[in-house]
């Protein structure tokens, strides 16, 4: 089982290590400045907004090869700063599901621990 070893971001700052098993690893996103941490994590059966770290997305995806990016969806619009590129775990899909017949298309991905996530269309060619 390969392990990540990344800094956990935290308010007040502190120097606290987190350990990832790389295998479980759903995606990863690099959250709005607005939000703590420089990278968020979103590992199998946790069910919040991901493990927020300090490391950079570059330097996080040097220690996750393999990951596949798209544009994240949002029912309510995209945020004021932007939508987010995420980098989904191919090894971790289940099943995509298209939202047909709306407008814009956009996708659902559903992870093997039933946790779900939405992506714009096109889908990448990896998923």
């Known amino acids: 089982m390969p392990i990540a070893h990344f800094h956990k971001a935290t308010d007040p700052a502190t120097e606290d290590e987190v350990h990832i098993n790389t295998d479980a690893v759903l995606y990863v ?6 939000q703590i941490g420089r990278t968020a994590i979103q590992v199998m059966g946790l069910q919040t907004d991901g493990i927020r770290i300090t490391e950079d997305l570059s330097q ?3 220690q996750l090869p393999l990951l596949v ?11 004021p700063e932007g939508a987010s590129v995420v980098h989904i775990a ?3 899909v289940s ?3 298209p939202n047909v ?3 814009p298309a ?3 991905i559903h992870f093997k621990d039933a946790s779900e996530l939405r992506v714009v269309h096109p889908l990448p060619m990896d998923l």
């Open 29 to 34: 996103e690099e959250p709005p400045a607005t």
């Open 60 to 62: 996080v995806l040097v």
């Open 69 to 79: 990016a798209t544009w994240r969806h949002y029912h309510a619009g995209e945020p």
């Open 90 to 92: 191919p090894h971790n």
């Open 95 to 97: 099943c995509v599901v």
């Open 101 to 103: 017949p709306h407008t």
């Open 106 to 108: 956009y996708w659902t």
